[in-house]
């Protein structure tokens, strides 16, 4: 057998682990996918949505799209980037993480605060950041999607797009802009979703991945 032949059967049975794999999480995803709307369906968006800056609604978008297929991509094995373009995409979602959930606040501090901030507000975006991640913790502990990669860093991706879909639904959700109320309740609730997804999805990984 040429090199070349085992080449072309390598390339070849991992593009069928691929397909397998994108056949077996298609539910899963779709599920996913459809905590975030019923939610927004269910409660509304914010009554400025459309009145945003455009740059923070192109973010947003760039949020659901890192989180609903770039990142699940990775933590899924279904694309396997380089190792640079591994550290820029966790780059690229840290930073937008951050942008969209601050708000245009951060850059101009006279910009509408929307609704007067009370800590039940903080209380109650915080609570739904931490229950849309949940939710989607819960669809992919449910499916194995923890345990499909090889080492525990795939946990992580995944980690980061429940951590993201909680940030972005709050955002969506959310007419208040004023940093002390996103900074604590929207960032600070990101990242405590990340914290405990990443921790659940690496206990996952070594539980189902156990001979």
Do not use: N
Not at 72 to 96: K, M, S
Not at 102 to 121: Q, R, V
Not at 124 to 153: D, E, I, N, P
Not at 165 to 171: A, H, K, L, R
């Amino acid at each position: 057998m040429t090199g070349i032949d085992a080449k072309s059967l390598i390339a070849g049975d991992l593009a069928d682990r691929r397909r397998e794999r994108l056949q077996h999480f298609r539910p899963a995803w779709l599920v996913a996918v459809t905590v975030p709307i019923v939610g927004l369906l269910a409660s509304g968006t914010r009554d400025d949505f459309w009145a945003q800056p455009t740059w923070i609604l192109a973010l947003q978008a760039l949020v659901w799209g890192l989180a609903l297929f770039v990142l699940p991509a990775l933590g899924l094995g279904l694309w396997f980037p380089g190792r640079a373009a591994r550290v820029v995409l966790g780059l690229l979602a840290a930073a937008v993480a951050f942008l969209v959930a601050a708000g245009p606040a951060l850059f101009d501090m006279s910009y509408p605060t929307g609704l007067e901030d009370h800590p039940i507000y903080q209380l109650g975006c915080a609570s739904l950041t931490l229950a849309a991640g949940a939710l989607v913790l819960a669809v992919c502990a449910m499916s194995g999607a923890f345990a499909q990669r090889r080492r525990s860093a795939g946990a992580l991706w995944l980690a980061a797009a429940i951590a993201l879909i909680g940030i972005d639904t709050t955002t969506w959700h959310c007419v208040i802009t004023g940093l002390d109320h996103t900074l604590p309740s929207h960032l600070g609730a990101g990242v405590l979703m990340l914290l405990v997804a990443g921790l659940v999805g690496a206990a996952l990984h070594r539980r189902q991945r156990e001979p």
